[in-house]
């Protein structure tokens, strides 16, 4: 539960970086993250703890969040090596879906 949720708590920091470099390595870490929570279910189906068809769903989930968060970071990789990129990280867009109030990252 600590890693999923682990994911979405640090794309949000991602949201904040302070430059590009800064954007890349908060989104190596949602990467991480990701990958650490599809281990945990592989590892509770191998011990027969839940059934693989209970959470087929969410691995499949998960290994597409993981291939958008990979893609992500070989865009912005590839953005930073462009003559005309600058080291803003203006392509983020920050959008809670929550109505509670949300922090500056300014």
């Given at each position: 539960?600590?890693?999923?949720?682990?994911?979405?708590?640090?794309?949000?920091?991602?949201?904040?970086?302070?430059?590009?470099?800064?954007?890349?390595?908060k989104l190596?870490?949602?990467?991480?993250?990701?990958?650490?929570?599809?281990?945990?279910?592989?590892?509770?189906?191998?011990?027969?703890?839940?059934?693989?068809?209970?959470?087929?769903?969410l691995a499949?989930?998960?290994?597409?969040?993981?291939?958008?968060?990979?893609?992500?970071?070989?865009?912005?990789?590839?953005?930073?090596?462009?003559?005309?990129?600058?080291?803003?990280?203006?392509?983020?867009?920050?959008?809670?879906?929550?109505?509670?109030?949300?922090?500056?990252?300014?």
């Amino acid at each position: 539960m600590r890693s999923a949720t682990s994911v979405g708590a640090n794309y949000r920091a991602c949201c904040c970086a302070r430059s590009r470099a800064d954007f890349i390595a908060k989104l190596e870490i949602v990467e991480e993250e990701c990958d650490e929570s599809l281990y945990w279910l592989e590892s509770l189906v191998a011990d027969d703890q839940i059934q693989a068809a209970a959470c087929a769903e969410l691995a499949a989930e998960g290994n597409q969040i993981l291939a958008m968060i990979v893609a992500s970071i070989k865009t912005a990789r590839s953005a930073r090596k462009t003559p005309n990129s600058t080291d803003s990280p203006k392509f983020v867009n920050r959008q809670s879906q929550l109505t509670i109030p949300t922090r500056s990252c300014g």
